[in-house]
């Protein structure tokens, strides 16, 4: 097998290093390369990773490991579904791991998960070879389009509960996924009860591109609302996820907790909104 620009052999040792930004390199000692593919829109490979066990890397960064894919997975899923009083249509756009449609499926009263995924390849071998991140989902409420969420949420009107934005990083075909023109395709295809919730980056690193988000957000909904997350392998640890609506605000109301997770609890739940004052003071109010 090929090894690609990414990964580099040391001592005979195979180190994969992310290449954050100029300032910032991580590099993960990896046991096995298990699959690599070049598919229309990036390059994927599925690598066992020491610590962090089967991990998928898009482009050379790590998306999801099995050792913290979880935490994303559950943070951006549950929050906005225990804050909606009956969600039963949902939209993932992307997360091509399928963690987030795993964590969908637990609420009995969601009838329908429309999981629109650029890249069919992600999907794939997510299923094939990270059951533990991906479930290997067959629940029948998830309906896979394999299709660019931009041109998506264009052809929907008030038809979601809610709509969940679990993009990659603001690059390739991600970029539009960030625009406020995006958000408010997006606000159409919601119901006027609805709830968005988006990945808005690192805290650290990436300020500009959260507040960017809460501003887009802000300009079109009633409420607006931050919240973070620990997430080891994202660079800076630090990860924030933006959720907005105009009726449902996760800070004065939401269902009790009764799901079965490994991160969120009923805690974290109500914690997770408490921002420490050193990104406060940089997050445009
Ligand atoms: N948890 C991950 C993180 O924050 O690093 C991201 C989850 S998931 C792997 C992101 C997915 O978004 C990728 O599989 C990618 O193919 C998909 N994606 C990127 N741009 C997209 C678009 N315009 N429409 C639909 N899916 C898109």
Redesign the pocket.
């Known amino acids: 097998m090929n090894i690609s620009k990414w990964i580099t052999r040391e001592n005979g040792e195979l180190w994969l290093t992310e290449e954050d930004r100029d300032n910032l390199k991580i590099s993960y000692r990896v046991k096995e390369i298990i699959h690599e593919e070049q598919s229309p829109?990036?390059h994927i490979m599925i690598v066992d990773l020491f610590d962090f066990g089967p991990s998928?890397i898009?482009d050379g960064?790590?998306?999801?490991t099995s050792l913290d894919?979880h935490i994303?997975?559950e943070m951006?899923s549950h929050i906005p579904l225990v804050t909606h009083p009956n969600p039963k249509k949902v939209l993932i756009?992307?997360?091509?791991?399928c963690?987030?449609a795993r964590e969908a499926a637990k609420y009995k009263e969601v009838e329908r998960i429309d999981m629109?995924?650029?890249?069919e390849a992600?999907?794939r071998l997510?299923k094939q070879y990270m059951p533990e991140v991906s479930g290997n989902l067959s629940d029948p409420r998830v309906n896979f389009i394999f299709?660019?969420?931009?041109?998506?949420v264009k052809t929907k009107q008030n038809e979601y509960d809610v709509i969940i934005i679990?993009?990659?990083?603001p690059v390739?075909?991600?970029?539009?996924?960030f625009h406020q023109e995006f958000y408010a395709g997006a606000k159409k295809a919601l119901k006027q009860d609805g709830i968005i919730v988006c990945?808005s980056e690192s805290p650290l690193f990436y300020m500009q591109t959260l507040n960017n988000t809460r501003a887009s957000l802000k300009g079109i909904f009633q409420i607006t609302r931050t919240y973070l997350a620990v997430v080891p392998t994202?660079p800076g640890g630090f990860?924030s996820f933006t959720l907005a609506s105009d009726k449902h605000d996760p800070l004065t109301w939401r269902r009790e907790w009764d799901k079965e997770a490994k991160y969120v609890s009923e805690g974290i739940i109500k914690s997770c909104f408490v921002i420490p004052g050193f990104i406060l003071n940089k997050l445009d109010k």
Do not use: H, R
């Open positions: 829109f990036q998928l898009l960064v790590v998306q999801t894919g994303y997975n951006i756009i992307g997360g091509g791991d963690g987030a629109v995924e650029i890249d992600v999907v997510c299709a660019d969420g931009i041109e998506y679990d993009s990659s990083d390739g075909p991600a970029v539009g996924l990945q994202y990860w």
